[in-house]
């Protein structure tokens, strides 16, 4: 098991950027596939990047080309920096951990994650 605690989320405006960041403790970091996950107000879950160990990202439609995952495993900390922002990106920002056998092996599955963070706010306003 592995604690999560995201940082990073503010107040920003369309077009602005933001860098979001997941500090891990406990567990062995580098072998986790790692993922970010959203949730607006009224709204479904819904899945924004994923990461696997090998370091393949996987992204959400929706964000492809404005967002970026990256992982430091020395750190134990796994980022989501985002670029281009628009309003429709206002949500709670979580992170997720799940450790693999497989180096590639990554999901969009929210219940297949084994860890989650408590979430940071991202708000952007027009």
């Known amino acids: 098991q592995v604690q999560l605690v995201e940082s990073g989320g503010g107040l920003v405006q369309a077009g602005d950027s933001l860098r979001l960041s997941c500090a891990a403790s406990g567990g062995q970091f580098s072998r986790f596939a790692l993922a970010w996950f959203r949730q607006a107000p009224g709204k479904e879950r819904e899945f924004v990047a994923a990461?696997?160990?090998?370091?393949?990202?996987d992204y959400a439609d929706s964000v492809k080309g404005r967002f970026t995952i990256s992982r430091d495993n020395g750190k134990k900390t796994v980022y989501l920096q985002m670029s281009s922002l628009k309003p429709v990106d206002t949500a709670v920002y979580s992170c997720a951990a799940r450790p693999t056998i497989l180096a590639a092996t990554m999901t969009r599955v929210y219940d297949d994650y084994y860890d989650w963070g408590q979430g940071t706010q991202v708000t952007v306003s027009s």
């Open positions: 990461l696997s160990r090998s370091g393949n990202p």
